[in-house]
């Protein structure tokens, strides 16, 4: 008997008849002999409204009663399936996260998964019960609750999977697998069968939502085969495993370009005329990390004049408000000049692994830009990505152009 962890994304819960439709799958599951865990989202848009309610009275949610407000989404979505499993003949026991003694570190809003000790959930499935667990919460050392990010139950899914040592994590949310880009900007974008652990990585860190960046993280750092597919039909979806591991006697297939992406939740701020001294860097970026902002690409210009330099990094939007405020104080600690903030901006990404034995995919994507009068502000690489910051409303043709020029889609 095998034991699966499958997750359904807000859409996928988004109504009691969808709802009763993820009860069928279980149960479909159950009767083919799996034992079953499932992760559940927020009813589609619930979580959009709580945060809205949140904004509407304070101007500084981000704290312990954010968290408390927010995670209360997934607490309806999992009694409704619980209900409905059990109404359709099965048996299932819904769990929030201190049931399962999820316990989370970091700040309120994007606390991250440091343990699960879930013998309950063990107790459970040899009971024959279906677990339904609420993604997206946490509990930290205080015993309050946390919440791990938009986009969290993923992350709940995989890390669960993770901790029961489940043979497959499937993600079940409404596209039938991962894309070659965003299937809603790019119309003939592909789906791909098979992606690499630090490909999906790249992807989720440069803006495809389909996956929360640290559940991908979870699933390289424990092997955890992650199958994302629809919710609504039956069909194969994709696989997110490691580069050499085996289906059906093959191993994936290398392509220098496997997915473009584009991020525009994503701000840049820029430090103008910092003094040119040992330990600039560190104290510009302590203060941030200090409050867990994520900073991204980061570029320090040569002096143009003698003694001073330009600093652009970017942050995510939600935080750029704190950082430029940051800043501030950091400018006037230095004696800079200034800082400049821009949220009208987008990161595009090109990643595939065979970056790493491939020379030319920069100078093309570059290239392609050109042609299309598309200014580059920023770029960073890695072995296997190239990223670019332009004007974000030039993101959704971008995407298109560099899709069609590495010849991603399917024929139209
Ligand atoms: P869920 O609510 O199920 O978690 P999300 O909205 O978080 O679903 O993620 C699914 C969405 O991710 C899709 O509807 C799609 O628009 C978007 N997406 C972005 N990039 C990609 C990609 N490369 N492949 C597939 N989907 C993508
Ligand atoms: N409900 C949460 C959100 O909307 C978590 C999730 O859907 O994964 O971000
Ligand atoms: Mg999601």
Redesign the pocket.
Known sequence: MSLIVQKF????VGSTDRIQNVAQRVLAARRAGHQVVVVV?AMAGDTNRLVTLAQAVSSQPFGREYDVLVASGEQVSIALLALAINEAGGKARSFLAHQIRLRTEGVHAKARVASIEAPILSDALSQGEVCVVAGFQGMNERGDITTLGR?G??TTAVALAAALEADVCEIY???DG??T????IVGNARKIERISYEEMLE?ASMG???LQTRSVEFALKYLVPVHVRSSFDESEGSWVVAEDYEMDGEVMEQVVVR?V?CDTNEARISLIGVPDQPGIAYKVFRPLSEREIVVDMIIQNASREEGRTDLTFTVPKADATEAEGIMHDVVEALGARGVKADAGVAKLSVVGVGMRTHSGVATRAFEVLSANGINIQMISTSEIKISMVIAERFSELAVRCLHEAFELGTDT
Do not use: E, F, I, M
């Open positions: 994304g807000g859409t996928s989202s986009g139950s993923d949310t409404d596209v991962v894309y880009a965003d299937p809603r992807l495809a939502k389909v997915a992406t």
